[in-house]
């Protein structure tokens, strides 16, 4: 019987291993999407979109595709996706891995805060500056609302999701995004603050070099922690070793 591997997807690496997987005579692959994103790219192998309804719906759907193996290639902040998915697989015995990009490192020049959260994020702002660029996505931006006094320019791939802070510019827009591109976006919009959350990964990190030459400080959102015992991998070339495939 073919082996079948889900992925739980949304990233750049799981859209790599789909398609690497798919690739592969007799690999069934599976990418399951949350749905946040109205507009996903194509994917490689069969897709499906929505939630499963926690660890157990999650539990039951391994249990009645047969899945063989598990591999949460989830942003660094689904959390609760996350524990799901280690509940999931501790449940059903299905061998499971995180595959999770390294986090930013800062270099010589930065000026980093770490908090652990959006809410610290929002209790240091007015001790940073007054016009913020906001780049932690759509969700959590509440905890900025009360903020009544700062302008924030948000930047975001879909619409954010109210409430919002009362001055707020919205940007729509993709990465990848070069130095230039946004040394000038901050320089146009008279940023003196940069907030983002430690994603990871090349995509988005050149907002990082541009504050860095500009010498703005960053309020950088630390990742919440895995759950205890999984197994983590840092890119698709180790999933599919993981897997017991060669990388080509």
Known sequence: MS????????????????????????VRVTTSLAGRVSRPGALAGDVRVGGFGGAQGLADWLRKERVDALVDATHPFAESITANAARAAAATGVPSVVLRRPGWRPEPGDRWHPVPS??????????LGRRV??????????????????HFVVRSVEPPEPPLPPYTEV?????????????????EHRIDVLVTKDSGGEATAAKLAAARQLILP???VQRPPLPE????????????????FNSP
Do not use: K, M, Y
Not at 118 to 127: G, N
Not at 133 to 150: K, N
Not at 171 to 187: M, Q, W
Not at 229 to 244: M, N, R
């Open 3 to 26: 082996p079948h591997v889900l992925i739980l997807g949304g990233t750049t690496e799981a859209r790599q291993l789909a398609a690497e997987l798919a690739a592969r005579p007799g």
């Open 118 to 127: 959006l809410d610290l994020a929002a209790d240091l702002l007015p001790l």
């Open 133 to 150: 660029f906001l780049t932690t996505g759509r969700l959590g931006l509440a905890a900025f609302a009360h903020l009544s006094d700062l």
């Open 171 to 187: 940007l729509l827009a993709r990465g990848p995004f070069t130095v230039a591109d946004e040394s000038a976006l901050l320089g």
């Open 218 to 220: 960053v309020v950088l």
């Open 229 to 244: 015992g999984v197994d983590t991998v840092p890119d698709a070339a180790g999933a599919l070793e993981w897997l017991g």
